[in-house]
């Protein structure tokens, strides 16, 4: 069975920092790419980061860039997402989603597997 565990979410003031971790089991990590996803309240999931397996090559969404860095452990088959310098429109449930294939898109649709989310809300 495969398994996504986001965790690392919590409470934090503008201009904090917060790292998301999410561990992949149950499927061959060599051959997927995970990412980083987020929904907020009314809105539509967006894409925020990924990490292709294969060359470390990674994509930020424009409103992230800058501020986000994501890292993998292949050892630990462990992807993380540290956000600096937050801000209230960062508010949301985070999600990390694995593609299959070396180079990631973060395109929702393609997400083959999604783990369950974890809450990020920033203070003003």
Excluded at 11 to 34: E, H, K
Aim: net charge neutral.
């Amino acid at each position: 069975e495969v398994q996504l565990q986001a965790s690392g979410g919590g409470l934090v003031q503008a201009g904090g920092s917060l790292r998301l971790s999410c561990a992949a089991s149950g499927l061959a990590f060599g051959d997927y790419t995970i990412g980083w996803f987020r929904q907020a309240p009314g809105k539509e999931h967006e894409g925020v980061s990924c990490i292709s397996s294969r060359d470390g090559t990674t994509y930020y969404a424009d409103s992230v860039k800058g501020r986000f860095t994501i890292s993998s452990d292949n050892a630990k088959n462990t992807v993380y997402l540290q956000m600096n310098s937050l801000k209230p429109e960062d508010t949301a449930v985070y999600y990390c989603a694995a593609e299959r294939g070396y180079y990631c898109s973060a395109y929702v649709h393609l997400q083959e597997y999604w783990g369950k989310g974890t809450l990020v809300t920033v203070s003003s």
